[in-house]
Nanobody, 124 residues
Framework: QVQVVESGGKLVQTGDSLRLSCIITGSTSGITATGWFRQAPGKEREFLGRITWSRENTYIADAVKGRFNIYRDTAKNTMYLQMDDLKPEDTAVYYC?????????????????WGQGTQVTVSS
């Protein structure tokens, strides 16, 4: 089994920075990429970015590029989402996910393992 656990969500103010963590454990030998998504109330689940496990190439979605970044600490089995200059519209539940097979996807339906989410609230 693959286990995905996000943490680090909290209430912050506009302009703050925040780093979320995602620990991925279990039978991870078949994992090709891990990514971050978010979902605000009444909104579709939004792809934020991913990192491949073979070469650790990153892709950040245009909507958050320049403010958000993704990196991975292999020794700690942890992927991070670094968020800077947070805005109220960033308020959402943030999810970490992992996938098998092709690593080139931002479609949440292509990700096989999901965490429970961590709430990020940005006040004005």
């Amino acid at each position: 089994q693959v286990q995905v656990v996000e943490s680090g969500g909290k209430l912050v103010q506009t302009g703050d920075s925040l780093r979320l963590s995602c620990i991925i454990t279990g039978s991870t030998s078949g994992i090709t990429a891990t990514g971050w998504f978010r979902q605000a109330p009444g909104k579709e689940r939004e792809f934020l970015g991913r990192i491949t496990w073979s070469r650790e190439n990153t892709y950040i979605a245009d909507a958050v590029k320049g403010r958000f970044n993704i990196y991975r600490d292999t020794a700690k089995n942890t992927m991070y989402l670094q968020m800077d200059d947070l805005k109220p519209e960033d308020t959402a539940v943030y999810y970490c996910a992992a996938k098998r097979g092709s690593s080139a996807s931002g479609n949440p339906n292509k990700y096989h393992y999901w965490g429970q989410g961590t709430q990020v609230t940005v006040s004005s």
